[in-house]
């Protein structure tokens, strides 16, 4: 066994990494490669700049290089879906993935993200079951979040998203989750009324959308800070920045929040977990990154 201590790659070393765009602001190259130091697995992550019209040559480097898989990121998950080869129930059902591991040049792509975001939800102390949730998004996170929640015991799930290429995917996501959990979903186009309506009448916030994302920080869908109230949760799936305009704007009005930042840990947690068999050391890679 090399000296991982070292981080010295060798012959046998597995490659692992992150396709996405953009992917210079990701932490998870440091995350699973401080794992890997710490369990002493000949493991490394990479994060390599691949937009969805680029994915398919992407997976077939993948293949003709025997990388062990890897993670998709926006604007990917929902190209990955289209792509692998098998697919986890989870991933079957959200209808996007975030994790493909490669077994012998047979891609099984997986979902974590809704995983990871019910438990940095349970791990910022709340406890969402029963609650009511406005979710703005319908792509492949606000899909995982959606589906994890309603099996999870969120009673009620109201979805707001723009008539796009995901509205059909969306309104089929609203009947399996009705069909199949105890909780009531329902689609909504994006409108400031219905919008304003809905986060009225729940508990919490969530938005799982692009928006405000570095670079372009100015961005919000909650164009008015008297649509939210101090009792509401808000979160945001983004974790650069740390603190969006959406949390920003929550945190003014005496919200209570929380942002990406242990989505991620724990969504990276179950991936590190397919691809290697062992459990992330999550305290130690918390205490170093997400402090």
Same mark, same amino acid.
């Not at 069909?179 to 329902?186: L, W």
């Not at 570095?214 to 164009?223: E, M």
């Given at each position: 066994m090399a000296n991982i201590n070292e981080f010295t790659i060798t012959g046998k070393t597995k490659v692992l990494c992150l396709f996405g765009s953009p992917v210079a602001h990701s932490i998870s190259p440091m995350m699973h490669n401080e794992a890997f130091k710490l369990l002493d697995i000949d493991y490394r992550y990479f994060c390599f700049d691949v937009g969805e019209n680029n994915l398919e040559q992407a997976f077939a480097a993948m293949r003709l290089f025997d990388f062990r898989g890897c993670n998709c990121t926006m604007p990917d998950k929902n190209r990955a879906y289209e792509l692998v080869d098998k697919l986890s129930p989870e991933a079957k059902i959200i209808g996007a993935c975030n994790t493909i591991v490669n077994d012998n040049g047979i891609l099984t792509g997986h979902n974590t993200d809704g995983k990871g975001y019910m438990l940095s939800a349970k791990d910022a102390g709340f406890d969402l079951t029963g609650s009511t949730m406005t979710l703005? +998004?319908? +792509? /492949?996170?606000?899909?995982?979040?959606?589906?994890?929640?309603?099996?999870? /015991?969120?009673?009620?799930?109201?979805?707001?998203?723009?008539?796009?290429?995901?509205? /059909?995917?969306?309104?089929? $996501?609203?009947?399996?989750?009705?069909?199949?959990?105890?909780? &009531?979903?329902? %689609?909504?186009?994006?409108?400031?009324? =219905? %919008?304003?309506?809905?986060?009225? &009448? @729940? =508990?919490? %916030?969530? &938005?799982?959308?692009?928006? +405000?994302?570095?670079? &372009?920080? =100015? +961005?919000? %869908?909650?164009?008015?800070?008297?649509? $939210?109230?101090?009792? $509401?949760?808000? @979160?945001?799936i983004i974790y650069n920045p740390r603190k969006t305009k959406l949390i920003t704007m929550a945190e003014e009005v005496g919200c209570k929040t929380f942002n990406g930042m242990y989505m991620l840990l724990y969504q990276g947690a179950e991936a590190f977990r397919i691809w290697t068999g062992e459990d992330m050391p999550t305290e130690e890679i918390k205490k170093k990154y997400f402090s």
């Amino acid at each position: 066994m090399a000296n991982i201590n070292e981080f010295t790659i060798t012959g046998k070393t597995k490659v692992l990494c992150l396709f996405g765009s953009p992917v210079a602001h990701s932490i998870s190259p440091m995350m699973h490669n401080e794992a890997f130091k710490l369990l002493d697995i000949d493991y490394r992550y990479f994060c390599f700049d691949v937009g969805e019209n680029n994915l398919e040559q992407a997976f077939a480097a993948m293949r003709l290089f025997d990388f062990r898989g890897c993670n998709c990121t926006m604007p990917d998950k929902n190209r990955a879906y289209e792509l692998v080869d098998k697919l986890s129930p989870e991933a079957k059902i959200i209808g996007a993935c975030n994790t493909i591991v490669n077994d012998n040049g047979i891609l099984t792509g997986h979902n974590t993200d809704g995983k990871g975001y019910m438990l940095s939800a349970k791990d910022a102390g709340f406890d969402l079951t029963g609650s009511t949730m406005t979710l703005m +998004g319908a +792509g /492949g996170a606000a899909t995982a979040i959606a589906v994890q929640a309603a099996f999870d /015991g969120v009673k009620n799930i109201n979805i707001f998203s723009i008539k796009d290429q995901f509205w /059909g995917r969306a309104e089929n $996501l609203i009947k399996e989750i009705n069909a199949n959990t105890n909780c &009531n979903a329902k %689609l909504f186009e994006f409108n400031d009324d =219905d %919008l304003r309506e809905s986060i009225k &009448n @729940s =508990d919490i %916030l969530t &938005n799982a959308t692009s928006v +405000g994302m570095a670079p &372009n920080v =100015d +961005g919000c %869908l909650i164009k008015d800070k008297s649509m $939210l109230r101090s009792d $509401l949760i808000v @979160s945001d799936i983004i974790y650069n920045p740390r603190k969006t305009k959406l949390i920003t704007m929550a945190e003014e009005v005496g919200c209570k929040t929380f942002n990406g930042m242990y989505m991620l840990l724990y969504q990276g947690a179950e991936a590190f977990r397919i691809w290697t068999g062992e459990d992330m050391p999550t305290e130690e890679i918390k205490k170093k990154y997400f402090s």
